[in-house]
C-alpha cells in the first residue's frame, strides 16, 4: 500500500475543471440541509447557499437533484438548515456522501425534530424554511431552490465554525 498526499480519485492536473478549481477557492460556510416527510428523514452537507435579506428573508442553495434530500424536500416542502461547527467535520463528510455512515448520517449526531426538519443538537444557528411553490430550477448540474426563511435560532456552540476552502475543511472563530 502506497500513503501518499494526493486524493486516489482526483484526477490529473491538466484535466481538472477550472469552474470547479475557481469555486472551490471561494471560502464557504458548512451546512446541512435536512427535511422530513412520511416518517422519511434526508439530509445533504450544503456549501453553495445564502441568505438573502428581505420582506420575507430567503434561503437560497444549490443541490443535487438526484438527492434523496430533493426527494423528501419535494414532498414536505419545509427546510432545516443546520450550520456545523469545526467538530463536525465528520457529519459533514458523511452527509456529504464521501464518508461512511453504519445506520446513516442521522446516527453521526443528536438530532431535534422541527416543523421545518431535523435540526443537530449542537448545531450552531439553524433555520427553517418553507419551499416556495416557483422556488426551483435548473442551474448548471444543480437545482437552485428557494425557500422562504421562517424561522431563525442564533444559538452557539464552543468549537469555532466549519468553513470549506480548496477541499479542506478550516476553522473559523
Known amino acids: 500500500m502506497t500513503i501518499h498526499g494526493d486524493h486516489p480519485f482526483l484526477p490529473p492536473e491538466g484535466e481538472r475543471s477550472p469552474v470547479r478549481r475557481f469555486r472551490g477557492r471561494l471560502a464557504t460556510g458548512v451546512t446541512v440541509w435536512t427535511s422530513a416527510y412520511g416518517g422519511r428523514r434526508a439530509g445533504l ?4 447557499m445564502m441568505v438573502a435579506d428581505g420582506d420575507p428573508a430567503r434561503l437560497l442553495a444549490l443541490i ?24 463536525d467535520r465528520a457529519l459533514a463528510e458523511a452527509f456529504a456522501g464521501v464518508a461512511p455512515a453504519p445506520g446513516g448520517p ?3 449526531g443528536s ?10 443538537d449542537s448545531a450552531y444557528p439553524w ?3 418553507r419551499l416556495l411553490d416557483d422556488g426551483t430550477r435548473e442551474v448548471g448540474w444543480a437545482l437552485l431552490v428557494e425557500a ?12 469555532g465554525y466549519l468553513t470549506h476552502h480548496r477541499a479542506r475543511y478550516h476553522r473559523l472563530d
Open 148 to 159: 422562504v426563511l421562517e424561522h431563525v435560532d442564533l444559538r452557539t456552540a464552543d468549537s
Open 106 to 108: 442521522f446516527r453521526l
Open 111 to 120: 438530532w431535534i425534530e422541527t416543523e421545518w426538519g431535523p435540526v443537530l
Open 127 to 129: 433555520a427553517g424554511g
Open 64 to 87: 443535487d437533484p438526484d438527492s434523496d434530500l430533493w426527494e423528501v424536500l419535494a414532498e414536505s416542502e419545509t427546510v432545516a438548515v443546520s450550520v456545523l461547527g469545526y467538530d
Open 45 to 48: 452537507t450544503v456549501s453553495s
